[in-house]
């Protein structure tokens, strides 16, 4: 599986937009872009996936750069719910189901 | 409510004991994982259950024994830990038909310390 980078910590204001980089510059062409959560105490939620086109949801925006190096999760209204570590991961299709979590970044949003 | 049921939630054993984690999802999935998740790192996968085989192991430790009676059940059988396998302990599930996603769905895990 490609690897990932992220940055391990970032602050957001509730109510405004948060912007979550992925780096992901070894990706293979069939690999999918993931994103998870994972609130405190509770196993990783599953947030979006995209491929090359940007991708939204009832949760949150995926927007994957035109090369595929790099993606943004965004929440585009961040509440205090959302204060947890979000997970981008890549993925082969069809292949045997190995998904390697990186570190994360721990997203704090503020009041 | 993720689909995806473990039990118990917090688990305490000393090294020499036996005991089992269990894990059942209601999603009607094919595949199903173990993770390890420790104190301040990533996730671990542990092994992975296709149509109930196991098409992976990564190079877990002998005293940690999967079982996969059925697509639906998942158990993750101990014996004489030791305390760096203090952990919490996922469970997650998804539909493998060589689909172009099958994003996964984790349970809320157990809590293990071993003393």
């Known amino acids: 599986d490609a690897k990932t980078t992220q940055p391990p910590s970032m602050d957001c204001a509730e109510g405004r937009a948060a912007n979550l980089p992925c780096n992901h510059s070894?990706?293979?062409?069939?690999?999918?872009v993931y994103w998870y959560r994972q609130i405190h105490s509770q196993g990783p939620q599953y947030i979006i996936h995209?491929?090359?086109n940007n991708e939204t949801n009832e949760m949150a925006s995926l927007i994957i750069t035109e090369d595929r190096k790099s993606s943004t999760l965004i929440l585009p209204h961040a509440t205090l719910r959302d204060t947890a570590v979000y997970y981008c991961?890549?993925?082969?299709?069809?292949?045997?189901?190995?998904?390697?979590f990186g570190g994360g970044t721990r997203l704090m949003v503020k009041p | 409510e993720t689909g995806v049921t473990q039990t118990p939630r917090h688990l305490v054993m000393g090294m020499t004991n036996k005991k089992s984690l269990k894990c059942e999802q209601h999603?009607?999935?094919?595949?199903m994982y173990w993770y390890k998740q420790s104190a301040k790192k990533p996730l671990e996968l542990m092994f992975v259950?296709?149509?109930?085989?196991?098409?992976e192991n990564n190079s877990v430790p002998s005293r940690f024994s999967p079982e996969c009676p059925n697509s639906s059940h998942l158990f993750l059988h101990l014996h004489t830990l030791q305390p760096e396998d203090s952990a919490l302990y996922l469970c997650?599930?998804?539909?493998?038909?060589?689909?172009?996603?099958?994003?996964?769905?984790f349970g809320n895990g157990t809590r293990l310390t071993v003393t």
């Open positions: 999603l009607g999935h094919n595949a």
């Open positions: 995209g491929l090359k």
């Open positions: 259950y296709n149509f109930k085989e196991q098409t």
């Open positions: 070894t990706i293979s062409g069939n690999e999918y």
């Open positions: 997650a599930s998804s539909q493998e038909q060589g689909q172009a996603y099958s994003p996964l769905h």
């Open positions: 991961i890549v993925r082969v299709d069809n292949a045997g189901n190995m998904l390697t």
